[in-house]
């Protein structure tokens, strides 16, 4: 059974840490064509965080969100995915999901366009008060 579980989220001050988990079952973290982080404040749109694309040019390519460069960071093991983020704001309040799509995308298609993800995660909150 294909799976995405997100953890690690709560609550801290304004320029605490916290380090999001994706646990993955039926495809390893290397096999997915693409895998984001995504995130849902209060009253907004869903926006991605971080976007892994992994067939570009023939490498993969991490992409982050102007609002959390230099804060945020990806490091990955065979199963689980994380997100390092640091020196949060009251702003990155959200609901954070993983999502993956393993499957090639069609012609044309963009790991930015969150259509093109099959599996997403419940999601974990995140409340960072000031």
């Known amino acids: 059974q294909v799976q995405l579980e997100e953890s690690g989220g709560g609550s801290v001050q304004a320029g605490g840490s916290l380090k999001l988990s994706c646990e993955a079952s039926?495809?390893?973290?290397?096999?997915?064509?693409?895998l984001s982080w995504f995130r849902q404040a209060p009253g907004k749109e869903q926006e991605a965080v971080v976007i892994?694309?992994?067939?570009?040019?023939?490498?993969?390519r991490t992409t982050y969100a102007e609002s959390v460069k230099g804060r945020f960071t990806i490091s990955q093991g065979e199963m689980v995915l994380h997100l390092q983020m640091n020196n949060l704001q009251p702003e990155d309040t959200a609901v954070y999901y993983c999502?993956?799509?393993?499957?090639?995308?069609?012609?044309?298609?963009?790991?930015?366009?969150?259509?093109?993800?099959?599996?997403w995660g419940h999601g974990t909150q995140v409340t960072v008060s000031s």
């Open positions: 999502a993956g799509r393993p499957t090639p995308l069609p012609y044309g298609g963009s790991c930015a366009e969150q259509n093109r993800y099959d599996y």
């Open positions: 039926g495809y390893s973290i290397a096999s997915y064509r693409c």
């Open positions: 892994i694309d992994r067939h570009i040019n023939g490498n993969g």
